[in-house]
């Protein structure tokens, strides 16, 4: 069974499922047989033209590989003035809803705000906070607004977060690579030594995960 890299910006060699982060500036693309995700990222907002990458992310979206929106979303640590990365967000959310598509989300201290505009736009799509990296009392209140977590390298090494990891659902769970050099092999590997369970088992666990929400580069839903 192969295992899920969720989100990386390089393409590894092997025989895994990763999907490539596209910048929307750098659409379209058309590396065959690749899946991938494209978004604004909000530390892009203030050098590209935005509306012109919101269209180059609708055009993306005739593409069956392209599975998701983002990594797109909030980040309080920068300057980018908050209300308009709020702005941008919510018309990828927008993009994301017309073509069922799930969000790969970049989140940074603004965990509150991410809860918020899910509330308020009533969204039933995926909600996928990449690099996840909160504590035990975020990740339980993500958890009860049904977010999705993917972790990387630094989340699992980080002993203080180990509680956070062992609340998230399994079937809410994905890893990533992001930009980092390590093998998703290696991650997978960690996160089943810290979980005790078998490096299978995990592998089945979020492949299931991954099948739940895509098929064929389209959302799959329950209803």
């Known amino acids: 069974m192969q295992q899920i890299n969720l989100h990386t910006h390089q393409i590894n060699l092997g025989t895994n499922i990763q999907i490539l982060n596209v910048f929307a500036q750098n659409l379209p693309f058309s590396i065959a047989d690749q899946l991938f995700s494209a978004g604004l990222h909000p530390w892009h ?36 003035i908050f209300a308009i990365q709020e702005l941008y967000f919510k018309r990828q959310i927008e993009i994301a809803e017309k073509y069922h598509k799930p969000l790969i989300i970049h989140c940074v201290r603004a965990y509150p705000d991410l809860i918020r ?3 308020e736009l009533k969204s039933d799509i995926p909600w996928i906070i990449h690099g996840y990296n909160g504590n035990l009392e975020t990740t339980k209140s993500l958890n009860s607004h049904d977010f999705y977590f993917s972790v990387g390298e630094s989340f699992l090494t980080d002993e203080r977060k180990r509680e956070s990891f062992h609340e998230i659902p399994f079937d ?30 995990l592998t089945e ?12 580069g389209k959302l799959v839903t329950t209803n």
């Open 45 to 80: 907002i203030g050098k590209v033209n935005p509306d012109d990458c919101l269209l180059a992310i609708e055009k993306a979206t005739v593409h069956e590989n392209l599975l998701a929106i983002g990594e797109c979303g909030l980040d309080r640590s920068i300057n980018e």
């Open 172 to 201: 809410h769970l994905f890893f990533e690579t992001d930009d980092s050099e390590i093998s998703i092999q290696k991650i997978y590997l960690f996160a089943a030594e810290i979980l005790k369970t078998s490096e299978d088992l």
């Open 117 to 119: 505009m899910k509330k």
């Open 205 to 216: 666990a979020i492949f299931n995960n991954f099948k739940t929400i895509f098929r064929n």
